[in-house]
Structures are given as C-alpha cells and as structure tokens.
T-cell receptor, first 114, second 113 residues
Framework: DSGVTQTPKHLITATGQRVTLRCSPR?????VYWYQQSLDQGLQFLIQ???????AKGNILERFSAQQFPDLHSELNLSSLELGDSALYFC?????????????FGPGTRLTVL | GQNIDQPTEMTATEGAIVQINCTYQ??????LFWYQQHAGEAPTFLSY????GLEEKGRFSSFLSRSKGYSYLLLKELQMKDSASYLC??????????????FGTGTRLQVTL
C-alpha cells in the first residue's frame, strides 16, 4: 500500500458524459501527478500540481482539467468523454517536486466509456 | 522531446539472471527511474539513477550511462513473482518545482519454471 488513495476504483459511463476522479496523496506529500495508461500507449503523464499550483503539463487534452485543493487532494475532470478515453488513470504523489524524488502511485481508477 | 525504447517482452527461467535494457533520447536529463508493474496494479518504484554507474538494491540492480543514453535493470535469482512489466522512465530537466516523467512502453517479463 503506497499511501495514495484514489476513488472510485471503477467507473463505467457513456460517451459525451463527464466524470471526476479523486486522489488523496500520501500524508505530507505536496506534489500530485496524474497519468493515463491505455493498452496501446503505455503510461502517459498528464499533469502535475505542487502545493495547489500547476507545475508541469504533459499531453493533456483540453477536455480534461485538474486541480489541487488546499488540503492537497486532487481531482481530474474528464468531459465530453470518448471511447478512446477508456483507460486506467493513476495518481502519484511525492514529497517535493523536483530532484530524485520517487513517485508513489495510487491503485488507479479504471474508466470504461461505452 | 523524449524517446524511450525498451524490449516489449522477455522470458527467463526461475533462478536465472535477466537484463532489461532501456535506451533514451532526451533534450534534458534529470534522472532515470525503473518501476515494476503487475497487470492491473499500480507501478511500484524499483530504482533511481542520476549519475553514471551501478546502483544495487538486493536482487535488483540498475545501471546508467548518460553519454550513451542507456540504462539496464538487472534482476538476479529470478522468482515467479517477478513476472511483471518493467517500466523505464526519464525525468526531464526542469527548473523549480516542475517534474515530468516520460515512461517507456514497458517490458513484459515472463518467468518460467
């Protein structure tokens, strides 16, 4: 158990819908990262927040947005869902943001878009 | 940008040694990570290299050559539970508090009897 929690574990929804994925980092970790893992693309970095502010952005679609709240939990919002958005979404956290910090991954949310 | 290559699949025998290679091209380098991921589960951290050389941690070792853009993960005394995907990831050279890991597609290792 990494100490990172994600809810829900599974999510099934329809095309065009909007969903929110939630992540609570390990106690004391200030950085939160979101990743998408689909079968054909591997683990793709989406976005990083550090102490409430966006710090790095990957190939995150405009239909996706995220935020980190004052209590350091984070939410990833996915809207106008498409079939291709079906994937495992992982959240990770680390104590700081740069340097040689290991990222601790949560168990993931499996999103299925029908 | 960054490009990371690693073999798609490997097979090895229980008790043996296996080496998983990773080559990368990056416009800025600030460390290389190896993660283990069992199917449907979260990646778990194995090792981190930022300087050239070998880092040893029990049955697992990782090597880095920055000039060659090359790393390998060495697994000794293989056990059946080592059957998993092994992900190589490179951290970009960012300033301040930004940090971005780019992952390879992973090497699926099958350990057989």
């Amino acid at each position: 158990d990494s100490g990172v929690t994600q809810t829900p574990k599974h999510l099934i929804t329809a095309t065009g819908q909007r969903v929110t994925l939630r992540c609570s980092p390990r106690s004391g970790d200030l950085s939160v990262y979101w990743y998408q893992q689909s079968l054909d693309q591997g683990l793709q970095f989406l976005i990083q927040y550090y102490n409430g502010e966006e710090r790095a952005k990957g190939n995150i679609l405009e239909r996706f947005s995220a935020q980190q709240f004052p209590d350091l939990h984070s939410e990833l919002n996915l809207s106008s869902l498409e079939l291709g958005d079906s994937a495992l979404y992982f959240c990770a956290s680390s104590p700081l943001a740069g340097g040689g910090n290991e990222q601790f991954f949560g168990p993931g949310t499996r999103l299925t878009v029908l | 940008g960054q490009n990371i290559d690693q073999p798609t699949e490997m097979t090895a025998t229980e008790g043996a040694i296996v080496q998983i290679n990773c080559t990368y091209q990056t416009s800025g380098f600030n460390g290389l990570f190896w993660y283990q991921q069992h199917a449907g589960e979260a990646p778990t951290f194995l090792s981190y290299n930022v300087l050239d050389g070998l880092e040893e941690k029990g049955r697992f070792s990782s090597f880095l050559s920055r000039s060659k853009g090359y790393s390998y993960l060495l697994l000794k005394e293989l056990q059946m539970k080592d059957s998993a995907s092994y992900l190589c990831a490179v951290r970009a050279l960012n300033t301040g508090t930004a940090s971005k890991l780019t992952f390879g597609t992973g090497t699926r290792l099958q350990v057989t009897l």
